[in-house]
């Protein structure tokens, strides 16, 4: 199944809305943005994180993502996630508290990031939830599957977020943590799911994942 990325920032907002209204229906976390370590996932800088909420329709949107801190503040990641509701397609993400940068990159405008010594084509989609700011990258599947063969090839990346603002990143450990988020989201076991509101399409089986 193909995905458009407003999809996942949609979701997310549902996320946001769904852990307000219903906190003893989280399963694994309380928000996207701080997901539970998996074990034995970590590798040198890199680690893998699952998080699990309910949205406002009883469904469950799960997450699978490798990340790492940034070299200089560690107030920034670089995260490679994966849904198994979007067929566990890799989605980049750069996050950071709010406040980090004076000018936030807009809808649609171009983040300048290179990864070893190749610019990365990186179209915004601009995302807040609970004071973290996330700048996800809104390229089509081909694209975002290149850049995932990138950060396994490279051994460094780095963000120029203004002239004032440069992340660096580590890709030391990134393949093996972004390989096991991968396959940990292919293993994935859908929850039951019973439909808050009686909502039954063709499209069901995704919806439960």
Same mark, same amino acid.
């Given at each position: ?21 219903? $906190? ?8 996207? !943005?701080? !997901?539970? =370590?998996? $074990?034995? @996932?970590? *590798? ?11 949205? !406002? ?8 993502? @490798? +990340? ?5 503040? !560690? ?8 849904? =198994?509701?979007?067929?566990?397609? $890799? ?5 950071? $508290? ?6 936030? =990159?807009?809808?649609?405008? +171009? ?15 601009? *995302? ?12 089509? &599947? ?9 950060? *396994? ?16 990143? &580590? +890709? +030391?450990?990134?393949? @093996? ?12 076991? =859908? ?10 399409? @063709? ?7």
């Amino acid at each position: 199944m193909m995905y458009r990325h407003y999809e996942i920032t949609t979701l997310r907002q549902w996320a946001s809305i769904a852990i307000l209204s219903l $906190p003893s229906m989280v399963i694994a976390q309380e928000r996207l !943005g701080a !997901g539970l =370590p998996m $074990p034995n @996932a970590s *590798d040198i800088g890199w680690r893998v994180e699952y998080s699990s909420v309910v949205l !406002g329709d009883g469904s469950h949107l799960n997450e699978y993502r @490798a +990340l790492a801190n940034d070299t200089f503040s !560690g107030n920034a990641q670089l995260v490679v996630a994966f849904y =198994p509701r979007f067929n566990c397609a $890799p989605n980049a993400t750069l996050q950071f $508290p709010d406040g980090v940068v004076d000018n936030i =990159p807009a809808d649609d405008s +171009l983040l300048n990031v290179v990864v070893g010594s190749e610019h990365v084509v990186w179209p915004v989609t601009m *995302d807040s939830i609970d004071g973290v700011v996330m700048l996800s990258n809104a390229s089509d &599947s081909a694209n975002q599957q290149a850049l995932w063969e990138l950060l *396994d090839e490279s051994s460094r990346a780095s963000v120029l977020l203004d002239v004032e603002v440069k992340l660096q990143f &580590s +890709l +030391l450990g990134s393949r @093996a943590s972004i390989a096991d988020a991968h396959e940990r989201c292919m293993t994935h076991q =859908p929850q039951e799911w019973t439909p808050v509101i009686n909502q039954v399409s @063709a499209d069901q089986d995704d919806w439960e994942r």
